[in-house]
T-cell receptor, first 110, second 114 residues
């Protein structure tokens, strides 16, 4: 799995968009970008994943650069409940395991 | 569906004791795995299984055993507990039927070894 780099922490005002960056400059052509989050004391929760096209679901949007070396997770209207550690993981789809780094601690404030 | 369930939620052991952490899923997922999370750290893979009767080691397997006799259950055994095994343990499962290998995590077991 390619190594990913994320800022250790970010702040966001409630109701504003939260844009969480991830660098994966060594990603290979068959590796997807996955995002999970972990709210305090809970198990990680899947958010979204993509290969090279931008993706959107009910939770978030994922923007992947054309060269696939970086991506941005967008929470369009952050709420206090979005305060969590967000993990960006790149890996081959299938039964391969998840390699978690330290992620980005997102703090959403009123 | 209950999803992924783990028992117990909390456990305190003395050094040298053994115990089994239980994990079960009702989604008919082939793939199951165990992670541990130490304070301020990301999750690290202990063991995983791609189906009944098949297990393999992850990043930090020492001191732990697993077995997979059924699709639903994937217990994690601590053979002789040590203080270094104080951690939060998460079980996860995934199956292709739910979409490209989205992993579902249980609520965790918080283990303290004295």
């Amino acid at each position: 799995d390619a190594k990913t780099t994320q800022p250790p922490s970010m702040d966001c005002a409630e109701g504003r968009a939260a844009n969480l960056p991830c660098n994966h400059s060594t990603i290979s052509g068959n590796e997807y970008v996955y995002w999970y989050r972990q709210i305090h004391s809970q198990g990680p929760q899947y958010i979204i994943h993509g290969l090279k096209n931008n993706e959107t679901n009910e939770m978030a949007s994922l923007i992947i650069t054309e060269d696939r070396k970086s991506s941005t997770l967008i929470l369009p209207h952050a709420t206090l409940r979005d305060t969590a550690v967000y993990y960006c993981i790149s890996r081959i789809s299938g039964y391969s395991t998840l390699t978690f780094g330290k992620g980005t601690m997102l703090l959403v404030s009123p | 569906n209950a999803g992924v369930t783990q028992t117990p939620k909390f456990q305190v052991l003395k050094t040298g004791q053994s115990m089994t952490l239980q994990c079960a899923q009702d989604m008919n997922h082939e793939y199951m795995s165990w992670y541990r999370q130490d304070p301020g750290m990301g999750l690290r893979l202990i063991h995983y299984s791609v189906g009944a009767g098949i297990t393999d080691q992850g990043e930090v397997p020492n001191g732990y055993n697993v077995s997979r006799s059924t699709t639903e259950d994937f217990p994690l055994r601590l053979l002789s507990a040590a203080p270094s095994q104080t951690s939060v343990y998460f079980c996860a499962s995934t199956g292709l039927a739910g979409g490209p290998d989205t992993q579902y995590f249980g609520p965790g077991t918080r283990l303290t070894v004295l």
